[in-house]
């Protein structure tokens, strides 16, 4: 009899609150938007290994064909089994009226400002991030940005004079935010 990882029990584990449960959290982003979230029974931090994927949950969206507000979005909730094979699926729909499918798309703007910040923390260190991100109008930009008026950003970061900001890294951030 196949067992499922996340309650050692042939029993489909559907009821229980995984969200409630001391599994380790991984969530995956792609273009801004939350794609998936995994839960594990354990997480190394030496070399950031998961091991024991419990249950994941795997997000569609769909998008008003005019402005990419999100109007609808489809949660596949999975629970695995011990030998790493799928068991029990679920699909929940969510739907979401304009106000909230505009906040939704301009929570997926901030993520992908997260990111090119994580980028910009890597790639040319804490201090040179903090001086451009505090130069006069860049906060307003951005906000721009997160609002759908995304050129003032991207010639923001085109035009900018700075001797760290390399071509090659000026391409990595366009190629974050224009996702």
């Known amino acids: 009899m196949k067992k499922y990882l996340l309650n050692n029990s042939g029993e489909s584990p559907v ?8 599994l380790v959290e991984r969530s995956i982003y792609h273009a801004g938007d939350l794609k998936a979230i995994e839960y594990y029974l354990s997480h190394s931090h030496e070399n950031n290994q998961f091991d024991g994927l419990a249950v994941s949950e795997t997000y569609t969206y769909y998008r008003d064909p005019f402005d990419v507000s999100i ?5 596949k909730t999975t629970w695995y ?3 790493g094979t799928e068991g029990t699926s679920v699909v929940k729909a969510k739907i ?6 505009i906040k939704k798309q301009e929570a997926k703007r901030w ?3 997260n990111q ?3 980028y910009m923390l890597m790639n040319i260190g ?3 991030s903090a001086e451009l991100l505090n130069e006069a109008d860049a906060l307003r930009i951005i906000g721009l940005y997160v609002q759908e008026i995304k050129n003032p950003l991207y010639n923001f970061i ?3 004079q700075k001797e760290y900001l390399s071509e090659q890294v000026k391409a990595g951030l366009l190629g974050i935010l224009k996702q």
């Open 96 to 101: 979401y009226d304009p106000a909230d499918g």
């Open 71 to 75: 109007v609808k979005h489809e949660c």
């Open 111 to 113: 993520n992908l400002v």
């Open 126 to 128: 804490y201090l040179n």
């Open 158 to 160: 085109q035009d900018a």
């Open 15 to 22: 009821h229980l609150n995984h969200t409630n449960m001391e």
């Open 81 to 83: 089994l011990e030998d």
């Open 116 to 118: 090119a910040k994580a």
